[in-house]
């Protein structure tokens, strides 16, 4: 079971009852490759019949793949004046999960009360009894100050335990805890039940609306590593969807999204000539899903890059607030504004909004959170930082050519020119084409601080290691 100490840093406690009407964001974040449980258009309708009334589910044997229960977590403090731990996890897990559209959340009430009526009863046949897919259960145990929270998701119809996870912290960060803890959680199941109901969807193909077997498919391919044939593979599936559903705003969103990140991170598998085109197509599609769902998050992520590839930093910079606006929970988000305020010159604003993107799933963040934590600690100063962040991002994805390129800067201006000419070496392996020289070129209406910091701190330095002969 993997244990994860949780370094608090929100400061003020509000009481239990303001603390759950916190949860004001409409999405659920799925961590990894930085996928959203959003605008399930459609889905299942069937189901959605009798979705308010889970004892006619089960009988019906009607499931939404996308359905969980969360039973009560255990009070094992020893201690019954920290139930009120306890229930306010169960009640806020609940509350957070409850933002995924169309996908079928049992109430705490109603889960509780089926806990109650059966105590021998496994999590899994409480779940088969409630009508849903997965079920998940937790408990809460106290050592001094220490307090320890542990989570199990487990699948009804396998009876298999798909997820556990335990975290650590103080009482006097309680409800910092609490709060990481549940968005943590909810990023973690959110990802599995994508992965195994896709998986599902693959194996019994033509046994579901075929529409809604195409939403997993996508859904789940974002969830990939970024290597080479991954835009190309996401982007077939939307477009599958498309022709299914011309006005299916998820599947407009997640084409345009796809589109644009691929121009943006992966341009040198766009040919100069398509570039353009591509960019010009993905704006069309996030237009067209904004005017059928004005708060989809993922037109706003193809907008931001839009604007940044068009010199418009204003309108990229509104466009990536927005995001993070709209899906408080998106690594993704966090991702781009960082990204975007790097740009800016905001360096401390950015590093902030980064590593809370990290936060949000540290163990498996998608590959652009630490590249873009390496690329600021550079403007920062800090080498060792950025060495480290690159590392991680080159580990994860050899691939990503830009983190081989800032490594070998660093290296560069650490002086260690051996493991400088390694990195460029690595560049140029992953990057024949030399996309790496145009990169992080600042555009005319970018703050004089970005400037400055690419002609005095970038260029010297780019130079030096051999990543670019301008």
Known sequence: MATESIDSTVSGT???????????????????????????????????????????AASAQIVNPLSVAVLPFANLTGDAAQAFVADGLTVSVTSDLSRIRDAFIVNAGTAAAAAAKD????????????????????????????????????????????????????????????????????????REMVIV???????HKGSTPKANELLL???ALRMNQRAPDFFPKVQGAW???????????????????????????????????????QLQESRRLALAAKEIDPDHPWAYTALTLYSEAHDDYPAQLQSAEALLALAPKDPVAYNLLGHTLI???QYERA?????????????????????????????????????AYFTKTVEGNPTFFDAWGWLAMAYARKGDMAKSKQAADALLKADPKRSFQTRRHPMPSAPPAYKKFYDEMYLPYARKAGVIDF
């Open 14 to 56: 509000p009481g239990w009852g303001s603390h759950f009407h916190r949860f004001k964001g409409w999405v659920v974040a799925v961590a990894g490759g930085g996928a959203v449980l959003s605008g399930l258009v459609g889905y299942y309708t069937t189901y959605k019949t009798v979705a308010g009334k889970p004892e006619v």
């Open 119 to 190: 105590k021998a009863a496994s999590a899994q046949q409480v779940g088969r009894d409630l009508g849903v897919r997965f079920v998940l259960q937790g408990s809460v145990q106290r050592s001094a100050d220490k307090l320890r929270i542990s989570a199990q998701l487990a699948d009804t119809q396998s009876n298999a335990q798909l997820w556990t996870e335990t975290f650590e912290g103080t009482t006097s960060d309680l409800f910092a805890l609490q709060d990481q803890v549940t968005t943590r959680i909810g990023n973690s199941i959110g």
């Open 197 to 203: 109901t896709a998986r599902d969807a693959e194996m």
């Open 217 to 219: 498919r996508a859904m």
């Open 239 to 277: 477009r599958d969807l498309l022709a299914l559903e011309p006005k299916n705003s998820t599947a407009l969103g997640g084409l345009a999204q796809a589109l644009a990140l691929q121009v943006t991170y992966f341009g040198h598998q766009v040919e100069p000539a398509q570039r353009e085109p």
């Open 343 to 345: 740009f800016g010159g």
């Open 351 to 387: 590093r902030e909004i980064l590593l809370k993107g990290i936060a949000l799933y540290p163990k498996r963040p998608i590959d652009q959170l630490p590249f873009n934590l390496g690329w600021v600690s550079y403007v920062l100063g800090d080498d060792d930082a950025c060495i």
